[in-house]
T-cell receptor
Framework: DAGVIQSPRHEVTEMGQEVTLRCKPI?????LFWYRQTMMRGLELLIY????????DSGMPEDRFSAKMPNASFSTLKIQPSEPRDSAVYFC????????????FGPGTRLLVL | AQSVTQLGSHVSVSEGALVLLRCNYS??????LFWYVQYPNQGLQLLLK??????LVKGINGFEAEFKKSETSFHLTKPSAHMSDAAEYFC??????????FGQGTELSVKP
């Protein structure tokens, strides 16, 4: 099993640019979660999907952030326009419907906005 | 509302010594509790979980945790630390909808 796959692993961009982060969940998993990790705020849940449908996006910081899951094997998190305070590590995680709390995390995307 | 508090942002032990990482929780319903480990530049990995079965839970790599309702605690222990245990450890509680709420993390250092 390949595990959760995220790309890119590292992203450096300039303020104002659009950033797209990608995630491929584990095959057969029904839930997909996007988290952000920073030193100041720790690990925060941004949004999660069940069967490709967004269930809770209350953690999305503002309208500059959007997430989609067009099919069961792909999700994107987009930031437009990006700001320096968006610099963080972004994790994607997935889980099976029978064990939805058992989340498997990807390696993360380290984002730096200059 | 559910929350967790990890006592100590950094813990240092000698190789072979007992590891004790503290976690206290707050939950309005019987909790599901988790410990995750994060090695440098990697994602989080599930170490163990409590789901209202046995109060003493055994996980991977020799770790275990004991659920104590009276103390609202779920501390993580390992009898003998290895150098490879150096990592950051996160305690988490699940809300009724299944979302995980993570603590701030405890960085474990292991001295030779």
């Amino acid at each position: 099993d390949a595990g959760v796959i995220q790309s890119p692993r590292h992203e450096v961009t300039e303020m104002g640019q659009e950033v797209t982060l990608r995630c491929k969940p584990i095959s057969g998993h029904d839930y997909l979660f996007w988290y952000r990790q920073t030193m100041m705020r720790g690990l925060e849940l941004l949004i999660y999907f069940n069967n490709n449908v967004p269930i809770d996006d209350s953690g999305m910081p503002e309208d500059r952030f959007s997430a989609k899951m067009p099919n069961a094997s792909f999700s994107t998190l987009k930031i437009q326009p990006s700001e320096p305070r968006d610099s963080a590590v972004y994790f994607c995680a997935s889980s099976h419907r029978d064990f939805k709390r058992d989340q498997y995390f990807g390696p993360g995307t380290r984002l730096l906005v200059l | 509302a559910q929350s967790v508090t990890q006592l100590g942002s950094h813990v240092s032990v000698s190789e072979g010594a007992l590891v004790l990482l503290r976690c206290n929780y707050s939950s309005s319903v019987p909790p599901y509790l988790f410990w995750y480990v994060q090695y440098p530049n990697q994602g989080l990995q599930l170490l163990l979980k409590y789901t209202s079965a046995a109060t003493l839970v055994k996980g991977i790599n020799g770790f275990e945790a004991e659920f104590k309702k009276s103390e609202t605690s779920f501390h993580l222990t390992k009898p003998s630390a290895h150098m490879s245990d150096a990592a950051e450890y996160f305690c988490a509680v699940s809300d009724p909808g299944g979302k995980l709420i993570f603590g701030q993390g405890t960085e474990l250092s292991v001295k030779p």
